[in-house]
């Protein structure tokens, strides 16, 4: 397929394991994968061009949800039907009356000697409607599926689903390879986008590293051209992606939804600060409950300070989710001014909020940047990134590594400058000396490092300064 771009890493794995398929020398023929990713991320897209570049016989089958189980146990003997197996007439006119009854029509449809692919788009959504379905499905991989050279792909976007399959209680742990499928990487944003340090990371930040929202930008476009014709179709990725990620996992009336907008959209990180910003709509009690949801969700997370003190009493809470960073602070609240056919506000709105919201926003990027390209030989402690801050949030360092929570060494303090075209002068520099010396673990002689795209004046004592173009370089 054209315009296919990155998942280098992903389509290599899933091309080991058909072949081990192909290579037969398993005790089962059969390969299952568990491929699970948050929706619109490419799973669809992966396993598709996975298909067309193997040229064997596949089946395709996509659950919906809340569908009749009728309907979809015959829409997939109709798939079945309609698909390039050599068994495909089987299932002509036949409706299976349980999951068993289809996956054994799957099964006979298969080529006995020869390597195939199957596909279940959503499983989770498919079981929910099936009790005892992960049982069915165990039963019928081991007796059948298993038999045949089939590489069987089960994919799903609720995580949490996706994830209990494989857990030692439920039927079908141990049989399928987990995968799990995060966004685009900054580096595979730049290359769709055909810019370049820290106008790639803008990029990235917009996108989410969503690959339908990414493939809209338009080589040669600023970001302020991208959201101006974003904003101007109320059917834009950039529009609509966040609408069916929240809509599909957390309707508005749900508390989860509430405290996530609280987080997101208005930016708040302490427990407290969320709970006075709903003003009594949610008791701590329900709060807690939803923290918790959200984190297992992955949508948000609890960042502690990294010192040689613990931190567990001033946890900041933000979003995790690259995908929705972006849209719950700068795209859900201009909706109204794109419902309204006024683009050019909402443009004016992104442009006066961005450079703030940018600067906290880069910080979780920049850290696990580092922590792909450390440790190294300089750094050889530097297992932990993170920031640090007292109760009172004053001062703020950006960057401390470490080897460990609590640290015992503390490897170096960082502070990230994220602007347009500024070098890291020397006020940064004196400003980061005083505020270092107040981490717990901090000594005199402790490193002080700094990330700014453009660079830092000459001269200035520091251990290392990354630009964005290095920082780039972690994930390629």
Request: proline share 7%.
């Amino acid at each position: 397929m054209s315009g296919f771009v990155g998942r280098t890493t992903e389509l290599r794995d899933l091309a080991h394991l058909l072949d081990v398929v192909r290579a037969g020398q398993r005790a089962d023929n059969g390969v299952a994968v568990l491929l699970r990713g948050r929706r619109r991320v490419g799973k669809s897209r992966l396993v598709s061009e996975l298909i067309e570049r193997s040229g064997l016989p596949s089946f395709y089958f996509q659950a919906a949800r809340h569908a009749p189980l009728s309907e979809e146990l015959g829409l997939f003997a109709q798939t079945i039907a309609s698909s390039d197996l050599p068994g495909a007439e089987l299932a002509e006119a036949v409706v299976p009356n349980s999951l068993t009854a289809a996956l054994r029509l799957l099964a006979a449809a298969l080529p006995e000697d020869s390597p195939s692919i199957a596909v279940i788009d959503e499983l989770p959504w498919l079981l929910e409607a099936i009790p005892g379905g992960a049982g069915e499905l165990q039963r019928v991989w081991d007796r059948e599926l298993a038999r045949k050279p089939l590489l069987l792909l089960l994919l799903g976007s609720d995580l949490t689903m996706m994830e209990a399959l494989s857990h030692a209680d439920q039927p079908f742990h141990g049989r399928a390879t987990e995968m799990v499928l995060h966004t685009l990487s900054p580096a595979d944003v730049a290359h769709m986008t055909g810019l370049a340090g820290k106008d790639a990371f803008d990029a990235y930040l917009i996108t989410g590293g969503q690959p339908l929202v990414a493939q809209e930008w338009q080589h040669g476009h600023t970001m302020t051209d991208f959201i101006a014709a974003s904003m101007s179709r109320s059917t834009s990725a950039l529009i609509t992606s966040g609408i069916r990620v929240i809509d599909s996992e957390f309707p508005p009336s749900t508390h989860a939804r509430l405290v996530l907008t609280a987080i997101g959209g208005r930016g708040e990180r302490t427990h407290s600060g969320i709970l006075q910003s709903l003003q009594g709509m949610i008791s701590p009690a329900s709060l807690d409950r939803a923290l918790a949801l959200l984190s297992e969700k992955r949508v948000v997370t609890a960042d502690e300070p990294l010192s040689a003190k613990p931190g567990t009493k001033d946890r900041r809470w933000r979003v995790s989710d690259p995908a929705l960073r972006f849209w719950l602070a700068l795209v859900e609240p201009s909706l109204p001014l794109v419902d309204r056919g006024r683009p050019d506000l909402a443009t004016q709105q992104f442009s006066a909020q961005f450079a703030s919201w940018r600067g906290r926003a880069i910080e979780p990027v920049v850290r696990e940047a580092l922590a792909r390209l450390l440790p190294d030989p300089r750094w050889p402690s530097a297992l932990e990134l993170g920031g640090w801050w007292p109760r009172n949030n004053t001062p703020e360092l950006d960057l401390v590594a470490a080897e460990a929570r609590p640290a015992r060494h503390i490897s170096f303090v960082g502070s990230i400058k994220w602007r347009q075209n500024s070098l890291f002068t020397r006020a940064d520099f004196r400003a980061l000396s005083q505020d270092a010396l107040q981490v717990p673990g901090v000594m005199v002689s402790t490193p002080l490092v700094a990330v700014c795209p453009a660079g830092a004046e000459p001269d200035l004592p520091l251990a290392h300064v990354w630009t964005a173009e290095e920082l780039l370089n972690a994930w390629r």
